[in-house]
Nanobody, 127 residues
Framework: QLQLVESGGGLVQPGGSLRLSCAASGFTLDYYAIGWFRQAPGKEREGVSCISTRGGDILYADSVKGRFTISRDNAKNTVFLQMNSLKPEDTAVYSC????????????????????WGQGTQVTVSS
């Protein structure tokens, strides 16, 4: 069974940090670009960050630049999202997704291009 499983969400105070993990089972992430998306109540899903298969292309939403860092460990079949200086407006359900890219070191925030999605993990930033 092919699946992505997110972990690491939770409740944190403003200014705090969380590290999200996206682990794949049933397939290898080596040939997939990975994206992190989030959706807050009443809002559309938005791309937060993505990383290409070889890590040569990394994107961040303007709202998280300088605070979030995406990385991947293909040996562990896992992608991470380090989130620092969290703000209440970062509160959302965060989901990772995998986009199969055999011949390109590229990623983007077009959710329609992603083949597999995790179930999401809740991140709540509140005092």
């Amino acid at each position: 069974q092919l699946q992505l499983v997110e972990s690491g969400g939770g409740l944190v105070q403003p200014g705090g940090s969380l590290r999200l993990s996206c682990a794949a089972s049933g397939f290898t992430l080596d040939y997939y670009a990975i994206g992190w998306f989030r959706q807050a109540p009443g809002k559309e899903r938005e791309g937060v960050s993505c990383i290409s298969t070889r890590g040569g292309d990394i994107l961040y939403a303007d709202s998280v630049k300088g605070r979030f860092t995406i990385s991947r460990d293909n040996a562990k079949n896992t992608v991470f999202l380090q989130m620092n200086s969290l703000k209440p407006e970062d509160t959302a359900v965060y989901s990772c997704a995998a986009d199969r890219r055999l011949n390109s070191d590229y990623c983007n925030f077009d959710s329609h291009e992603y083949d597999y999605w995790g179930q999401g993990t809740q991140v709540t930033v509140s005092s």
